[in-house]
């Protein structure tokens, strides 16, 4: 998961994730980007709770 304006890691994340779904295909990985949203703001942002909790608690729930 991601912030779209994420300027510290720039895209690293998502290419992180795609390697690892070339290399590892077996593996049940998700990337989520969240638009609006910089480097740590996924979870310490003001609309956090209610922008980005819900892609957390949706995967969990189908990976229980």
Known sequence: MSGSENGL???SQKL???VL?????QLDVA?????GYGHLD???GRGAA???F???LDFLAAHS
């Open 42 to 44: 996924t979870f310490l």
């Open 50 to 52: 209610l922008d980005v």
């Open 54 to 56: 819900g892609h957390i």
């Open 31 to 35: 990337y989520t980007e969240i638009p």
């Open 16 to 18: 992180c994730h795609d």
């Open 9 to 11: 890691w720039l895209d």
């Open 21 to 25: 779904t070339r290399r590892q295909p």
